[in-house]
């Protein structure tokens, strides 16, 4: 069994930063790859970026340069630090984790076993 729990989201204005955290524990096996993904309403859920427990990472292309995902070195709290945030980047954010090594699509949630309760990011105009 994983725990992951999910925080930092809030409220911002159009180009601001905001750093989400997500404290991870149980089977180490199972948290092989940890992700974040996002669902926006009325939307399908996506993967926003993806990292591995030797820190080899992805990033979807809608936030690549603006995001940046990390993991503490004790490889138990994972974060989504959040730059210049666009209006569309408003949505409920969640982690997960994979136990997955190598293969498969890291940005697939059909890659993830467990997932977070979610934390709300809102940016405005």
């Known amino acids: 069994q994983v725990q992951l729990v999910e925080s930092g989201g809030g409220s911002v204005q159009t180009g601001g930063s905001l750093t989400l955290s997500c404290a991870t524990s149980?089977?180490?096996?199972?948290?092989?790859?940890l992700g974040w993904f996002r669902q926006a309403p009325g939307k399908e859920r996506e993967g926003v970026a993806a990292?591995?427990?030797?820190?080899?990472?992805v990033y979807a292309d809608s936030v690549r340069g603006r995001f940046t995902i990390s993991q503490d070195n004790a490889k138990t709290t994972l974060y989504l630090q959040m730059n210049s945030l666009k209006p569309e980047d408003t949505a409920m954010y969640y982690c997960?984790?994979?136990?997955?090594?190598?293969?498969?699509?890291?940005?697939?949630?059909?890659?993830?076993?467990?997932w977070g309760q979610g934390t709300q990011v809102t940016v405005s105009s």
């Open positions: 149980g089977d180490a096996g199972s948290r092989r790859r």
């Open positions: 990292i591995r427990i030797d820190d080899v990472r």
């Open positions: 997960a984790a994979s136990p997955v090594w190598e293969g498969g699509h890291w940005l697939s949630q059909n890659q993830y076993t467990y």
